[in-house]
């Protein structure tokens, strides 16, 4: 397996700005590109509206820079304050990421000492299929 030990150490990093008003859960995120840049999210939570997850704002980030190409996203998040726990993208999520990648983009979610891996297409319904 790859090393994630940057992208761990950001992503956990990046659960510290989550804004979570309404609801203590943070959420850190670290997308690269295929060659290799970085972009980071946290979660953003808003009264009213829908809020942000932190893929969805490290997706933001990315697109608005001209990026395209992406190769992963670590993803940890938690109670606020205490340890990650498994997190994975909600369905939202899974459906605007699907517009920017193909079903080989991995997905990791860190917790407990452990990376779990999964492609993106095993995150998907059995209905929707990416090319
Ligand atoms: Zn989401």
């Known amino acids: 397996m790859i090393d994630l030990n940057d992208d761990v150490i950001l992503a956990n990093n990046m659960r510290s700005r989550a804004y979570v008003k309404y609801t203590p859960y943070t959420v850190g995120a670290v997308l690269t590109t295929r060659n290799g840049k970085k972009y980071t999210g946290c979660n953003i939570q808003n009264n009213g509206i829908q809020s942000y997850c932190a893929e969805r704002v490290a997706f933001l980030k990315a697109i608005s820079e001209g990026e395209f190409l992406f190769d992963r996203i670590v993803i940890m998040g938690g109670p606020k ?51």
């Open 81 to 131: 304050g205490k340890p990650a726990e498994k997190c994975l993208p909600c369905g939202y999520c899974r459906q605007f990421i699907s517009e920017f990648v193909d079903k080989d983009f991995k997905v990791y979610t860190v917790y407990d000492n452990k990376v779990e891996e999964y492609t993106f297409e095993e995150l998907l319904p059995y209905s929707f299929k990416l090319d």
